[in-house]
Nanobody, 124 residues
Framework: QLQLVESGGGLVQPGGSLRLSCAAS????????IGWFRQAPGKEREGVSC????????NYADSVKGRFTISRDNAKNTVYLQMNSLKPEDAAVYFC?????????????????WGQGTQVTVSS
């Protein structure tokens, strides 16, 4: 069964850090660009960051530039999102998604597979 599984979410105080993981099973993540998206209650889903299959191309939403870092370990079939200096407005359910057109990444691409999401709560 082809699936993506996110982990690493939780409750963190403002200014804190979390590292999200996106692990693939049933397929090789190395051929896919991976995007991280988030959706807060009452808001539309938005792109946060993405990385090409080779890892040499990344994109970030303006709201997270300088605070979040996306990376991948193809040997572990996993992509990470390091989130530092978290703000209350970063609270959301975070999803990862895989795009079979792996050479570039973008938030408007038609992603092939989606995970179920992991909750991030930023509160004191």
């Amino acid at each position: 069964q082809l699936q993506l599984v996110e982990s690493g979410g939780g409750l963190v105080q403002p200014g804190g850090s979390l590292r999200l993981s996106c692990a693939a099973s049933g397929f090789h993540l190395e051929y896919y660009a991976i995007g991280w998206f988030r959706q807060a209650p009452g808001k539309e889903r938005e792109g946060v960051s993405c990385i090409s299959s080779s890892g040499d191309s990344t994109n970030y939403a303006d709201s997270v530039k300088g605070r979040f870092t996306i990376s991948r370990d193809n040997a572990k079939n996993t992509v990470y999102l390091q989130m530092n200096s978290l703000k209350p407005e970063d609270a959301a359910v975070y999803f990862c998604a895989a795009d079979g057109y792996g050479s570039r990444c973008g938030f408007l691409r038609p992603y092939d597979y989606w995970g179920q999401g992991t909750q991030v709560t930023v509160s004191s």
